[in-house]
Nanobody, 123 residues
Framework: QVQLVQSGGGAVQAGGSLRLSCAAFGYSVHCMGWFRQAPGKEREGVATINNYGNTRYTDSVKGRFTISQDNAKNTLYLQMDSLKPEDTAMYYC???????????????????WGQGTQVTVSS
């Protein structure tokens, strides 16, 4: 099992920036990602990354969000710039310990989850 501890988030005006962090403890992870869920909506993949540094982004955040990782610190980051009100959601960090993980944007691929952190963007 992997324990994921999130930090960051908060409230910001449209056009602003926030950074999320996620520290992983326990087994080595091979893929990690950020997901979000707004009230009444399904959880969606925002950005993912594997141990080689390959990344995926959902179309709505491309060019605005950047996922990165510090392997020495076992920490995942999500830099969110040019935030929009539609980015408002609970954000979750996720991790997979599977060697064959494909760093996909589907939540079904990940079995370890952080506690969630709220991001609120006002217009």
């Amino acid at each position: 099992q992997v324990q994921l501890v999130q930090s960051g988030g908060g409230a910001v005006q449209a056009g602003g920036s926030l950074r999320l962090s996620c520290a992983a403890f326990g087994y080595s992870v091979h893929c990690m990602g950020w997901f979000r869920q707004a009230p009444g909506k399904e959880r969606e993949g925002v950005a993912t990354i594997n141990n080689y540094g390959n990344t995926r982004y959902t179309d709505s955040v491309k060019g605005r969000f950047t996922i990165s990782q510090d392997n020495a610190k076992n920490t995942l980051y999500l830099q969110m710039d040019s935030l929009k009100p539609e980015d408002t959601a609970m954000y979750y960090c996720a991790a997979s310990i599977s060697f064959s993980c494909g760093y996909g944007l589907s939540h079904n691929e990940y079995s370890n989850w952080g506690q969630g952190t709220q991001v609120t963007v006002s217009s």
